[in-house]
């Protein structure tokens, strides 16, 4: 399997109001598979959000990316001209927001927002033609084709959603980028939506670049994860190995944030202390302050990365396999 | 060998309407039955999870224990009286012992005053006294909520705080109150993964150590069987499966429970599951009427045979302490 895209080096910084910066991103390098599903976790702020905004170039001032290369089909995404990069968009790589709610348009029909979307691409100027697609598209999401005329309000959550991801597939993207697409809806729906996506993904083989804070799920459905903390991937591995045998004590912690649903009530302590704030940044490990390993090595020099038969990792302690 | 339990809230057969509005003005307005028999005792020093999806009618309950609305039929007792005809001095006291705690805290805290402010104001109303005992009292609760040095946590406002901490912060002001019941709506459900453990961690202390009671709603059932003592499953107003919170997620009995259980996200099951359910159009929440008959489950129900569109289950005991309604079941 060849790679389908690239990240080298990737820096991200947002400009504070005092002329300072704030770095969101800070050296991430990975790479995705054709046909493989991604997972990157991590706690809020951590810059998995801003790692998927920068994938398409969406990101906002004061967001810019300072460094780094994201490689498609042998181009780099950094250097593209602003038309260069709506070609790609949507056509090459397609994204899912988190909440539904807010990317479609409270105003227009569902069939009028997706014959905008087949218009502006050049696809077809025919709303007839359009149309066709449009329910061929909903029905393979499990929407009758006659919700087509309704307006987004009259949707429920987990349809609107299936409408989004349906939206997303409308171009055959290569990839398709999921940002935590399903935490604001139930267990039950969030379980259909997610069932969904991998029969499709199955049939149109895209590969997926997926996004969640829920490490639980992720390790259900992602072949490789990445775990992120403070703007840098502290360890990517298999699922299985993720799972079995964490090396980073981060890892370690937000597995053990979750209860389990079977064997007996153990008492979990989860995480200690609080997110890093980025603006103030250790020496060292940035982990630091919130690990149960901490040697004297992580307070005073930068882990290096270390390989292992499928990832990597960075820790000066890491924990011992079994 | 059982302890003597002592119930401190007490809700029978509570059923709340809600007028709906139709299509134009003038068209007919549609009841909307958001709650239908919702029996349960609380005991003092125990927690009380409520699972549901979305529109279950979770959060109502809270409501109508806050005294948002007055229930249909049906009543809610606490202590020796009815909550919903309290009046002045006994429902000053009922609001001192009953609290609630929300899933935002970014917005439950008062974003101009500092976390002392937000603790001293209950104290001076519930617990007069002069200014150094005050201080003392803040300082005790806010370091028994995990706020140390309590001088530096205190003087801080909100928007000073991370999430967990405000929850931790609100936590305190309950406390300060004197809350011996605490509603709990999804108290983590906007916290990040790291913090929400020590969020429950808290209040299993809480729980254990100054016997407080509480009602957790959520729709996360691995957190509901860390944290609760017994649950009661909901669907769409009903009562469809409750009792001791092992049996209830470890050996599930009704098929709604069976489908929470199987939705929830296991990291060591090998791919992708089907569901035991059937698959409706719209995976909609159901609307129930006064009018309507039968199982609410039904329409999704793998299980459901003729009589479950007819008539309502009635109540069974699967096991010792473990309450379903439904006709089917093996056990």
Redesign the interface.
């Known amino acids: 399997m060849s790679d389908l895209l690239t990240v080298k080096g990737l820096s991200v910084d947002y400009v504070t109001a005092k002329g300072g910066h704030v770095r969101a991103v800070d050296n991430v390098s990975f790479s995705i598979k054709e046909g493989q599903s991604y997972g990157l976790a991590g ?2 702020g951590c810059g998995k959000s801003t790692i998927a905004f920068s994938l398409m170039r969406l990101h906002r001032p004061p967001a810019l990316i300072s460094d780094g290369q994201i490689i498609v089909g042998g181009n780099d995404i950094v250097h593209m001209t602003e038309n260069q990069v709506q070609q790609l968009r949507w056509s090459e790589i397609a994204m899912v927001f988190q909440s539904a709610m807010n990317c479609l348009n409270p105003v227009v029909t569902v069939e009028k927002q997706f014959f905008e979307i087949f218009r502006y691409h050049g696809i077809t100027n025919d709303k007839k033609v359009s149309r066709k697609k449009a329910e061929e598209l909903l029905s393979v999401v ?1 929407i ?1 084709a006659e919700r087509l005329k309704d307006y987004p309000h009259q949707y ?4 609107r959603q299936r409408a989004v991801i349906a939206m997303a597939l409308a171009l055959r993207p290569k990839l398709l980028i999921l940002d935590e697409p399903t935490t604001a809806l ?7 939506i ?2 969904c996506i ?2 499709l993904k199955k049939e149109l083989k895209f590969s997926i670049f997926f996004i969640t ?5 992720m ?3 992602c072949d490789t994860i990445g775990i992120m903390y403070a703007g840098k991937i502290v360890e990517q591995s298999s699922s299985g190995n993720i ?1 079995h045998n964490p090396k980073h004590p981060y890892t370690y ?3 053990n ?6 064997g007996e ?1 153990k ?6 202390g ?2 890093l704030d980025l603006q103030a940044i250790p020496v060292g490990c940035r982990f630091q302050d919130r690990c149960f390993r901490a040697c004297n090595d992580c307070f005073t020099k930068e882990p290096e990365i270390s390989t292992t038969n499928d990832g990597f990792f960075y820790c000066h302690n890491p924990l011992k396999a079994g | 060998m059982k302890e003597e339990k002592q119930t401190i809230l007490s809700v029978k057969n509570v059923v709340m309407d809600f007028k709906i509005g139709g299509k134009s003005l003038l068209s007919k307005k549609k009841t909307l039955r958001a709650l239908n028999d919702i029996t349960f005792d609380l005991y003092k020093g125990e927690a009380l999870a409520i699972v549901g ?2 529109g279950c009618g979770k959060s109502t309950i809270c409501r109508v224990a806050m005294k948002f609305y007055n229930p249909t039929s049906g009543t809610m007792t606490f202590g020796n009286n009815d909550i919903h005809k309290l009046k002045a001095q006994e429902l000053k006291n009922y609001r001192q012992k009953v609290q609630m705690i929300f899933q935002d805290p970014f917005s439950s805290l008062n974003p101009l005053h500092n976390i002392y402010y937000h603790l001293k104001r209950p104290l001076k109303l519930y617990h007069p006294s002069d200014k150094i005992t005050t201080k003392k009292k803040m300082d005790e609760y806010l370091t028994l909520v995990g706020l140390v040095p309590p001088e530096e946590q205190g003087s801080k406002n909100p928007h000073q705080l ?1 999430g ?2 405000r929850q931790r912060a609100y936590l305190a002001r309950i406390l300060a109150v004197g809350a011996e019941v605490i509603f709990a709506d999804e108290p983590t459900s906007m916290l ?7 969020i429950l ?1 808290l209040m299993n202390k809480l729980k254990k150590e100054n016997y407080k009671s509480f009602i957790y709603i959520t ?5 509901a ?2 944290f609760a003592d017994r649950i009661i499953v909901l669907y769409a107003g009903h009562m469809v499966e409750w009792g001791d919170v ?1 049996k209830v ?2 050996n599930p009995a009704h098929p709604y429970t069976k ?3 199987s ?7 090998e791919g ?2 089907e ?1 035991p ?1 059937l ?1 409706d ?5 159901t609307v129930w009427t006064p009018e309507s008959k039968g199982c609410p489950f039904k329409g999704r129900c793998p299980v459901a045979e003729e009589r479950c569109s007819k008539e309502l289950p009635q109540v069974r005991e699967v096991s010792d302490g473990q309450f379903i309604r439904c006709f089917q079941s093996s056990r």
């Open positions: 706690e809020s499990g009758p429920s959550g987990g349809m139930d267990t039950v729906v969030q379980r259909d997610l069932k991998y029969d804070h829920d490490i639980s799920l390790m259900e459905f799972l912690g937000l597995k944030s979750f209860p389990s649903l079977k009530v008492y979990m302590e989860g995480i200690p609080t997110p | 999806e979305s991370s967990g901490q990040d993964v790291s913090i929400r453990l020590g961690n729709h996360d059932i691995a957190t069987r860390y092992n997620i470890v489908l929470l259980v939705a929830a996200p296991d990291p060591e099951r992708v599951v569901l359910v698959k159009k719209e995976s909609e929440v």
